[in-house]
């Protein structure tokens, strides 16, 4: 019961507050007092069921005969509860019935147990392929796949502009399942063998993971050693390879400071330094935490990447724009379902500020990296396409070149990583010289 009761303390903040699952989930349970197995219990009912909370929302309104808008919020959340522990979990249905029905009696009142009681029966009287045939009838294919796979129909749509058909499915189902933490080992600061039982990722030379938590590694604890996808290493990586001339670097979107600070060691290692430059001071403060290993290598401003923040001009610069993130919905449980395309569409005019700034700020025959923790289109190639549009003195490189141990990475001449292919992020990155 403490584990479901924590559990749907947690969920309530998720959907009443807005607050991200991840965080509101570790804030609890570093109080909560559970032991490791119960802790595992409320990590998978709170993750499991935000991660489907729209085809379980789906699947309680076919089984209630209702709207769930027509009932009260915190019931709302125990049928989701119970609709995960059912249709997600190996328990017994009607053990998670009744232990459901126990936590709202527990929590909002015995009147409410009987409409709990009636609507997850029903919920148990399918599996959960016979509850997805259910929904998948009369849907085209975009709509049967989302369904199947648990995604919004509109991310599905903007998924297929840019893979294959037949890919479709594995992107789905990879982001269904939560990451392992990938090590980044800082140039200068650390190498692998300062970690315990350290395995080297498949494409960056900075990549490691290790077996237990990042946190009981001594050199993560002093900064040497960082937590970063794979993807982002990668396309740090790509830009501090690609020929350019000297001189300093920028990273004009740096908060909270993981490229910034692999790109510090990088510029380090190449005789240089990297000015990391962010427009909320809270994230400003961050970065300069990533950097504190680098005492002297590493300058740190809070200013804003679309205005003129620096008088000078850089010979490679990073722009990693704020974006929609459907390339991390693997990472964050509950975003697929809050995210629209209104806030695709919000972001475009930022995105191509920042990425005309960007070039602004780069030297003759300089490179700027524009990256996204996104695949799609309106945030990738559309913008820079646009922006490429007004500058002729700019040039889109065929980016892959920077990464020619990666296979499939290509989009175009850009670079597309995927979670199903690469085992990273969705991270995209076009390489322009300016
Ligand atoms: C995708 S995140 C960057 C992640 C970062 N590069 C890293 O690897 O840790 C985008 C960042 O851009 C910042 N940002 C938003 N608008 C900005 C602006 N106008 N100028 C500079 N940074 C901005 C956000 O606060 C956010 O920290």
Redesign the pocket.
């Known amino acids: 019961m403490n584990a479901r009761r924590t559990a749907f303390d947690v969920l309530r903040q998720v959907t009443a507050e807005d607050s991200y699952a991840n965080l509101a989930l570790a804030k609890r349970l570093a109080t909560a007092g559970l032991d490791a197995r119960d802790a595992g219990l409320v990590t998978e009912l709170v993750a499991g069921t935000c991660r489907s909370m729209g085809t379980y929302d789906a699947i309680l309104e076919e089984a209630a005969g209702r709207k769930l808008s027509s009932l009260q919020p915190a019931v709302v959340d125990l049928l989701r509860l119970g609709a995960h522990q059912i249709l997600g979990m190996r328990l017994k249905k009607y053990a998670a019935v009744g232990a459901t029905v126990d936590l709202a009696r527990a929590t909002v009142g015995q009147r409410v147990t009987g409409v709990v009681n009636a609507v997850l029966r029903k919920v148990a009287a399918r599996d959960l392929d016979g509850w997805l045939d259910l929904l998948a009838e009369g849907e085209d294919r975009i709509g049967a796949l989302a369904v199947r796979g648990r995604h919004p129909h509109w991310i599905v749509e903007a998924y297929a502009e840019v893979l294959p058909a037949d890919e479709l499915e594995a992107a789905l189902t990879a982001n269904n399942v939560s990451p392992q933490p990938t090590l980044v080992v800082r140039p200068g600061l650390a190498d692998l063998g300062d970690l315990d039982g350290a395995t080297p990722t498949r494409f960056s030379p900075f990549g490691a993971t290790v077996a237990g938590s990042p946190a009981d590694q001594e050199a993560v604890r002093q900064g040497r050693v960082g937590v970063q996808d794979e993807g982002?290493q990668l396309v740090a990586w790509a830009l501090a390879r690609t020929p350019a001339p000297e001189g300093p670097w920028l990273?004009?979107?740096?908060?909270?400071?993981?490229?910034?600070a692999l790109l510090t060691g990088l510029a380090r290692e190449a005789g240089t330094w990297l000015l990391a430059?962010?427009?909320?001071e809270h994230?400003a403060r961050l970065v300069r935490q990533a950097l504190a290993g680098y005492p002297d290598g590493a300058a740190v401003i809070a200013a804003?990447?679309?205005a003129p923040a620096w008088d000078r001009a850089f010979a490679r610069v990073m722009v990693?724009?704020?974006?929609s993130g459907l390339g991390a919905l693997r990472r964050r449980p509950e975003s697929r379902w809050r995210r629209s395309p209104a806030d695709v569409a919000a972001l475009g005019q930022?995105q191509r500020d920042?990425l005309r700034r960007a070039i602004d700020s780069t030297v003759d025959g300089g490179v700027v990296a524009y990256v996204t923790?996104s695949p799609h289109r309106a945030e990738t190639v559309d913008v820079v396409d646009d922006v490429l549009a007004e500058r002729p003195q700019a040039r889109r490189l065929h980016a892959p070149d920077a990464l020619p141990d990666v296979p499939d990475c290509s989009l175009g001449d850009d670079v597309q990583l995927w979670t199903h292919r690469h085992g990273t992020d969705a991270m995209y990155m076009s390489l322009i010289r300016c």
């Open positions: 982002s990273d004009t979107c740096a908060g909270p400071g993981g490229k910034a430059s962010e427009a909320q994230r804003d990447g679309t990693d724009v704020p974006c930022l920042l923790c």
